[in-house]
């Protein structure tokens, strides 16, 4: 079954770090860039970061520089996301999405989520 | 960063409606534009790509137009199953940016 899962989401304090892990299956996991987007409570969606296919290449949006770091693990068809100094802005549900070569694989498939909580 | 403008924010229309859904961006992206929809507490689906391709399996009443910096989505008659979000996704320059939403609900 072709399918991005989430995982490592939950209540987190302030300041501290949680890291988020998307499992892929069912497709060629090292020939896709793979992407994080969250969504706060009742607002919008917002891209945070993606990693190249081959984990040469990171591009960050701005509210995850300095503080996310994104990574990739090809033989465990795995990404990773290490967030640290966690803020309340920071609440959301955090989708994993992909991106192929052309537009007919271009955020295509998105995982079900995972909610991360930060709280004082 | 393009950012990428959402018209309109909401809407309420009836049964076999036809509506219309517009982004436009702040600088030309070419062809470089999804169409996702999204039910509460579920994630987005895509139903356009390439600005005007239709996903497979997605109902032939969805479909995209545009180029450049003006894109629309309509809905040729509406169904009582298309209530939710929906967004625009463009791709062409990192950041990656989404438009607003469209909240659509059904009268």
């Known amino acids: 079954q072709v399918q991005l899962v989430e995982s490592g989401g939950g209540v987190v304090q302030l300041g501290r770090s949680l890291r988020l892990s998307c499992t892929a299956s069912g497709f060629t996991f090292s020939t896709y860039a793979i992407h994080w987007v969250r969504q706060a409570p009742g607002k919008g969606l917002e891209w945070v970061v993606v990693?190249?296919?081959?984990?040469?290449?990171?591009q960050y949006g701005d509210s995850a520089k300095g503080r996310f770091t994104i990574s990739r693990d090809n033989s465990k068809n795995t990404v990773y996301l290490q967030m640290n100094s966690l803020r309340a802005e920071d609440t959301a549900v955090y989708y994993c999405?992909?991106?192929?070569?052309?537009?007919?694989?271009?955020?295509?498939?998105w995982g079900q989520g995972t909610m991360v909580s930060v709280s004082s | 960063d393009i950012q990428m403008t959402q018209s309109p924010s909401s809407l309420s229309a009836s049964i076999g409606d036809r509506v219309t859904i517009t982004c436009r961006a702040s600088?030309?992206?070419?062809?470089?534009l999804g169409w996702y929809q999204q039910k509460p507490g579920k994630a987005p689906k895509r139903l356009i790509y390439?600005?005007?391709s239709l996903q497979s399996g997605v109902p032939s009443r969805f479909s995209g137009s545009g180029s450049g910096t003006e894109f629309t989505l309509t809905i040729s008659s509406l169904q009582p199953e298309d209530f939710g979000s929906y967004y625009c996704l463009q791709h062409n320059n990192y950041p990656i940016t989404f438009g607003q939403g469209t909240r659509l609900e059904i009268k």
């Open positions: 999405t992909r991106s192929g070569r052309g537009p007919f694989d271009a955020f295509d498939m």
């Open positions: 600088q030309a992206i070419r062809n470089d």
């Open positions: 390439a600005a005007s």
């Open positions: 990693i190249w296919y081959d984990g040469s290449h990171e």
